[in-house]
């Protein structure tokens, strides 16, 4: 499974953008699989920033961006997106999606849950 993230881009402090990450090569049926969304900032660990989960796609968040972010998911497309709203400085980093079959609600969360990972894409928010 190929993930391939896109929409990253720079924006003021109180605007939005929506990250899209897109399935692609010998994947599971969509539904079939978890995803979610991890950020790293310049020198900080990888964070977990939203998780849909598999068939019954409850979703979770992390405290700093609950109310903000929304993720979503659409099977046709075989596409994954996290919209963004009321961004803030601290949420400049590199955003990073994760898709895996084999997580399990409990798991969402955890960065080692995840098997298949797109390349990241860059969201700066400026003051």
């Known amino acids: 499974v190929q993930l391939q993230a896109s929409g990253g881009g720079l924006v003021q402090a109180g605007g939005s953008l929506r990250l899209s990450c897109t399935a692609s090569?010998?994947?599971?049926?969509?539904?079939?699989?978890?995803w979610a969304w991890f950020r790293q900032a310049p020198g900080k660990e990888r964070e977990f920033v939203a998780a849909?989960?598999?068939?019954?796609?409850?979703?979770v968040y992390a405290d700093s961006v609950k109310g903000r972010f929304t993720i979503s998911r659409d099977n046709a497309k075989s596409t994954v997106y996290l919209q963004m709203n009321s961004l803030k400085s601290e949420d400049t980093a590199v955003y990073y999606c994760?898709?895996?079959?084999?997580?399990?609600?409990?798991?969402?969360?955890?960065?080692?849950?995840?098997?298949?990972w797109g390349q990241g894409t860059l969201v700066t928010v400026s003051s």
């Open positions: 849909i989960a598999r068939t019954s796609s409850a979703t």
């Open positions: 090569g010998r994947t599971p049926t969509m539904h079939h699989m978890a």
């Open positions: 994760a898709a895996s079959a084999r997580v399990i609600t409990s798991s969402l969360r955890l960065n080692n849950a995840y098997s298949n």
